[in-house]
């Protein structure tokens, strides 16, 4: 078996052992059957491409073609021709294929379902981390280089686990990459020969010196040595990482506890998946409940409050977290006048719906659920601890249902002004815009109740704004800046700005993440949805305490306590739910032929007559965008790995050359090696010098490069060749140049840092010599254009008719 053969089966292994981190992440293990032989298709193209031409960027582009190709009839031969070329209308359908693996990955927990965008994803990320491995390990002999993409793919398996992968994994994929270098020196070891070790002074005399008749040779048993520590180190400093964490709707939260888990809860951002969500095809169910409540299609399903506006993006703020208690403590602010009911909802979580939230209708008093859970009293919530999630639970809650009047709430007390100094407090970058619209919007007002409904009102009705889900997010201060211009977004936009603007006329906001109420069916109970993953704003009463507001449009519910003349409720029996005309099950509603196609698309005006049916308008992905992200995505990282590239490419060319038989071929021979030795050194900091003669200047290498021993006498043994070949009337040939200049560069390296090293691997100095012979090239094509002009213009003038007249 070849040296490059064995390489490339060690690279198709050190790709499948790294992309075996990716297995718990998925219900189902097929798809890496299925990456497995398209892998070795890949391979196997490199290598047929190898024997037939040793051009280099003809076996990548082979490559890259049977990559393509395999993708394509593997994941779009529908949309292909003839079932296998990938044209414009293959590449938009896995350009939204890949699209919705995104979506996916955002959606499910883990282990995920194997669906068709995850499977192109997975499959996808693991042909070309393996084409990156190939070209670097097998194409261009460089095998250290290629563990960069092999950790870049157990890093993602890495991220996206729950707590992190796990060891056996991180072993698999560290023992891959390296058999990939061990196979690599074996690879040299061959090509150099067999290797003369030293007269040993033991039994076995010159024979004791060769490779294989005694011990491991030195540079075996220091990479072994080396090879085992970078292993330990590899698998201690994981171990002491924390683990990443998902999403808030879609995934796992950031909550920790009791035991292990400490005390606080994380900052988390659910905007991503909250937008996701609502751009979701099925409106698929991840919770359902029953409640006794008279209005119980008007519960909100709260998850957790974002309290802090630091300008950039509202988030939650980090709090300390405590046992849950047996009965949750009276909300803050509540005060004993306001008509307060007891309800009683059991929820079921989806098993596909796992986040460390616990949803729960707000103000919660009581919660009965099985599992590790902690409360976290500012914002009333229930967090997981040590990986606990809502997949699969159920749970019954008892809540308040707060009922206060109008006369109420307009004639609240002013909030404690420590409240009032945490939650008015905006940032320095809010556009003044935001203010003066908020006093011109609630003029005339006589309390904080009144120019809260008249927020409410503007935004929702009054103010001309349209719901648009597929409205860039954000959450700064330039998004609300946008949305007041624009007028257009979707709940994010318009509970986040009416927060910004309560807050600078003064009344203490936050903003709410959950699940609006979902949809009753004919059971009695409510489904709730993806796409009623919702936001809302949380305006503080002294007296009521926080108070919901509803300032989306076509969403949810408006409270009973901002309509005008609103009627009052009875309360309801918390032994058994009354049934009446608000809580009769509808079998199928329908959309009215008034509303608008965005809302109609997006699923805001009930259930169609035929469920799961889908507007077909969507132009989905502009073929611009994607022929973009697949060509621009490989340009980027060929522009960063090219100067490392060159110099591989370079040296091999420098130091492979085959041995000539003639005084030419030596003497070329000699010169390029003195090329790169001089090349190499500049690379690790030290700049040629012309000035001086071969010899001066391979003591100068030595001198500061800090090299002695073999590498400073194979310097100047190269030395002493070039002035062999320069001066000598007859010069004596020179043999082993290349392994002399290979054994000044690990003198070299070895003197080096590791910041030197990362610099003159990446980011070789001596690459700047493209641009110099570019700069001569065009100069000299300059030069050449210039006479080529005068020449024809020399000839023009001969040729001409002379103008003189007899």
Known sequence: MSGRTRLALCAFAATMAAAAALLPLVETSKWVLQAAFLLALQSGAGALARRVSPARILTVSLQLVVTLLSLTLVFAREQALFGVLPGPQAVRWLA???????????????????????????????????????????????????????LALYSVAAGLSDGGAGWLWFLLAASGYLLLLLAEGRDRLSRWGRVFGGVSHTSGGLAAGLEGAGRALAPVRTGRRIGAVALGVALAVPAALPALDGGLLGGSGGGSGRGSGGGTISAVNPLVSLQNNLNQPENREVISFRSNADEAQDLYLRILA?????????????????????????????????????????????????????????????????????YEPEGRTLVGDNGQTTRGARYEVSSLVVEPTAAQLAGAMAPPADLVREYTRVPRSLPDVVAETAERVTEGTSDDYEAAVRLQDWFAAKGGFRYDTTVTSGTGTAAIERFLKDKEGFCVHFSFTMAAMARTLGIPARVAVGFAPGTVQADGSVSVGLRDAHAWPELYFQGVGWTRFEPTPSRGSTPSYTLPDAPSQDPSNPAAPTEGTST??????????????????????????????????????????????????????????????????????????????????????????????????????????????????????????????????????????????????EPRPADGVAEDVRAVRAGLWAATGRWGRLRATLAPRSAVRVSWALSERRTELGRRWADRMARDNWRTRLRRPSRQQG
């Open 306 to 374: 974002l309290d802090q506006f630091s300008g950039g993006e509202w988030r939650p703020s980090t709090r300390r977290l405590k046992d849950v208690p047996d009965r949750l403590p009276q909300p803050p602010g509540l005060g004993q006048d306001v008509k307060v009911t007891e309800v009683r909802t059991n929820v079921s979580a989806s098993r596909s719906y796992a986040q460390t939230y616990l949803p729960l209708p707000y103000p919660a008093s009581e919660v009965d659920v099985q599992g590790r859970w902690r």
């Open 96 to 150: 939204e294929l890949l699209t919705v693996g995104g979506d996916d990955v955002g959606r499910y927990a883990i282990p995920a379902p194997a669906t068709d965008g995850i499977r192109l994803m997975l499959i996808g990320g693991v042909l070309l981390i393996g084409l990156a491995v190939d070209v670097l390990a097998v194409t261009f002999r460089a095998a250290a280089p290629a563990g960069l993409p092999l």
């Open 584 to 729: 009769a099950p509808t079998a199928v509603p329908s959309a009215t032929d008034s509303c608008p196609a965005q809302l109609r698309r997006v699923g805001e005006c009930g259930a169609s007559a035929a469920p799961g049916v889908v507007d077909s308008g969507d132009p989905g992905t502009p073929a611009g965008t994607v022929v973009l992200w697949t060509l621009g995505v490989p340009a980027v990282l060929a522009l960063l790995f090219l100067p490392m590239l060159w110099r591989l490419r370079l040296r091999g060319r420098r130091l492979g050359s085959s041995v000539g038989r003639t005084p030419a071929d030596a003497t070329a021979r000699v010169m390029a090696a003195w090329g790169e030795l001089t090349d190499t050194a500049w690379d690790h900091g030290i700049a040629p010098d012309d000035s001086r003669t071969p010899r001066k200047a391979a003591a100068r290498v030595v001198r500061l490069g800090g090299i002695d021993g073999t590498a400073a006498a194979a310097a100047h043994r190269v030395a002493g060749a070039v002035e062999q070949v320069l001066y000598a009337p």
